[in-house]
């Protein structure tokens, strides 16, 4: 990587340690939330859980007991959860709109923080994310700033440790594909994104989590993905460690 791309990675990092930068609240809200979650509204709860201060008794004990199975399933996929990120939940629409995150169920930022929208509180939703929060932390922040693993892999992940049964068929099916697909898929962030608002989002998360599910399951389940990940960490290219897996 050359001078400038360094530079610009360290910029980024930067501006996410100044979160509280008045620019940065205005150009990020979510990095701003995460940052003083208080100043937009949200309460805390334990287990470094933030919620929307209007949300109920029965909305704060189901948030608690969606993010214990969600937690669950990342520590049994990975043998450990080795982060507790920031988790900022609105039960609300108008709480989601403050953020500017309308539209999605919840989004994951680094391995720092994670929203969730009112349709997202759920424990696949927040699997999904906690599962690329647990994988970008394994991996480390310049590293994943830097793209070493590709998008269509961390999101075909997420699917698996979610066990999200819209993209997957349930584990114990002889074969969990629901779209088997050979193309060439997004391996860069914005690549991905840009796919997302041409294609069928359901069809683009079928295909990662398909190529995921049959490489895992040729090479020996979860320990292959956290024997990659943890290769990559370590310097080695994702081409070079994925050829070795296989």
């Not at 996929?77 to 999605?104: E, H, K, M, N, W």
């Not at 599962?131 to 998008?151: D, K, N």
């Not at 294609?199 to 024997?227: F, H, I, S």
């Amino acid at each position: 990587m050359n001078l400038r791309a360094v530079l610009i990675v360290c910029g980024v990092l930067v501006a996410l340690v100044l979160l509280g930068a008045a620019g940065t609240v205005l150009a990020f809200p979510f990095g701003g939330a995460a940052a003083c979650p208080a100043c937009y509204g949200f309460e805390r709860l334990p287990a470094n859980i933030f919620i929307e201060r209007a949300a109920s008794p029965e909305q704060r004990a189901q948030v608690a007991a969606v993010l214990e199975q969600a937690r669950g399933r990342v520590a049994a996929f990975y043998d450990s959860a080795d982060t507790q990120p920031r988790v900022l939940v609105c039960v609300s629409d108008d709480c989601y709109r403050r953020i500017r995150s309308a539209g999605s169920r919840g989004n994951a930022l680094l391995d720092l923080a994670l929203q969730l929208s009112p349709r997202g509180i759920d424990p696949v939703i927040a699997a999904h994310e906690l599962s690329h929060i647990e994988l970008h932390h394994r991996i480390g922040r310049i590293r994943h700033l830097m793209g070493v693993i590709p998008a269509w892999f961390d999101e075909g992940v997420a699917v698996v440790v979610s066990d999200d049964r819209r993209y997957l068929m349930p584990p114990d099916a002889a074969d969990r594909c629901l779209v088997r697909s050979d193309e060439a898929l997004p391996s860069g962030m914005f690549e991905w994104r840009r796919e997302m608002g041409r294609n069928d989002n359901r069809q683009l998360y079928a295909k990662a989590a398909c190529r995921v599910a049959d490489w895992m399951r040729a090479k020996g389940g979860a320990t292959t993905v956290t024997r990659l990940v943890a290769r990559v960490a370590g310097g080695t290219s994702f081409g070079e460690a994925y050829a070795a897996e296989r």
